[in-house]
């Protein structure tokens, strides 16, 4: 494949960055009614490149919100199919975030969706 002028390289692990994004997607998935949209972008700054998923799903109040990358917290709502989940997800989320030099957050409002966002360090390799 031939690099444009929107391809970039972030400095993380592959294997911890797919699972990331495939959680995010779950549970996007998840939390998303039929008809609805789940969005996957990012956008390269500086130094760092921001990657969010996007839902058009149930969204979460900020309550919800504040709980979902504490350990000691528990929070597992069901999805819009009634599927399960541990709560785990984010937590090991954050975990592969943070090891790779990059933040995670939550923005979200009730029957509007969430999106799930976090940076990553762009690697000094550029693209020819």
Not at 81 to 87: D, F, M
Not at 111 to 123: A, E, H, N, V, Y
Request: net charge negative; hydrophobic share 40%.
């Amino acid at each position: 494949m031939k690099p444009t002028s929107n391809d970039f390289i972030v400095y993380a692990d592959d294997n911890m960055l797919n699972t990331v994004i495939r959680n995010l997607i779950s549970n996007a998935l998840k939390f998303t009614p039929e008809g609805g949209t789940v969005t996957i972008e990012a956008k390269p700054g500086l130094k760092l490149v921001e990657v969010w998923v996007s839902d058009t799903g149930v969204g979460m109040d900020a309550v919800n919100i504040g709980k979902l990358f504490k350990i000691g917290e528990h929070h597992s709502t069901l999805g819009t199919a009634e599927e399960k989940g541990t709560g785990l997800g984010l937590i090991m989320c954050k975990e592969m975030v943070v090891k790779n030099g990059g933040q995670i957050w939550v923005e979200s409002e009730l029957q509007k969706g969430t999106t799930i966002k976090f940076t990553l360090p762009l690697s000094d390799t550029i693209l020819a």
